[in-house]
């Protein structure tokens, strides 16, 4: 067996130096490819193992896109209830002892709206899925 290390040469290399003109082909096809994966894409949203859908116009059934808007709205809604909730915690780590048993009913009221719009949103996606795909059976 030979001691001396394993030289290691790129195809790319050995071709290029062959006089093979093609290999200058390979970034267009590869910025092709590259363009045909970003087509647009507005959401990510999965149906099944092997549907999911990035545009509104992907749905078939016009009750689950309906559905789809109001789950995104749900979602903005929770954004909003969830970045105050955590305004006020912040506020009740800063305040007085005093002025905490005041903000306590709060926080935990919005904590409760919080879980209860996770389950709604929750709930939706499930009927969202149902609807389109009951909506693709033939």
């Known amino acids: 067996v030979d001691d001396e290390p ?17 290999i200058k082909m390979a970034p267009t096809a590869k910025d092709a490819l590259v363009a045909v994966k970003e087509e647009k894409k507005d959401f990510e949203f999965i149906i099944d193992d092997l ?17 789809f808007n109001q789950r995104q709205q749900e979602i903005k809604n929770l954004i909003a209830l969830s970045l105050k909730l955590e305004q006020r915690r912040d506020s009740y780590a800063k305040s ?24 709604n949103i929750s709930r939706l996606e499930m009927e969202i899925r149902n609807t389109e795909i009951g909506s693709m059976k033939p």
């Open 96 to 119: 007085t002892p005093q002025q905490r048993s005041g903000m306590t009913a709060e926080i935990l009221d919005l904590e409760k709206r919080v879980e209860e719009m996770e389950a």
């Open 6 to 22: 394993a030289l290691l040469v790129m195809v790319h290399d050995i071709l290029n130096d062959a006089g093979f003109e093609h």
């Open 51 to 67: 549907t999911t859908y990035y545009l509104l116009t992907d749905f078939n059934s016009s009750q689950a896109r309906q559905l």
